[in-house]
Nanobody, 125 residues
Framework: VQLQASGGGLVPTGGSLRLSCAAS????????AAWFRQRPGKEREFVAA????????DYRDSVKGRFTISRDNAKNTVYLQMSNLKPEDTAVYYC???????????????????WGQGTQVTVSS
């Protein structure tokens, strides 16, 4: 599976963006997916995850109520809708995937086998 993230950009505080992660290869509908981010000077951190069916999603506390992860398996694409963006959301956002399920509600980097190249999100204050 190869992943291609897109949709990043520069937005003002309170703005919105939708990130997309397009997957190539067969059986993406059998892969759990997630978004991580790496803020300046920080380690990569979990943002949101979704099961392969799209039936369950989980988020880090700081984005709950503002971010929504979704997927369209017919299009082999995972999305991250981000609203009410804050300067602390500024980061490079990465999509990730793994065959099957992730056996935790707080997944880490090692739980995913496939990674996209990252897309920059900058929120101006």
């Amino acid at each position: 599976v190869q992943l291609q993230a897109s949709g990043g950009g520069l937005v003002p505080t309170g703005g919105s963006l939708r990130l997309s992660c397009a997957a190539s290869g067969r059986s993406f509908s059998s892969h759990a997916a997630a978004w991580f981010r790496q803020r300046p000077g920080k380690e990569r951190e979990f943002v949101a995850a979704i099961t392969y069916s799209g039936g369950f999603a989980d988020y880090r506390d700081s984005v709950k109520g503002r971010f929504t992860i979704s997927r369209d398996n017919a299009k082999n694409t995972v999305y991250l809708q981000m609203s009410n963006l804050k300067p602390e959301d500024t980061a490079v956002y990465y999509c990730a995937a793994v065959l099957g399920a992730v056996a935790t509600t707080t997944p880490g980097i090692s739980d995913y086998d496939y990674w996209g190249q990252g897309t920059q999100v900058t929120v101006s204050s």
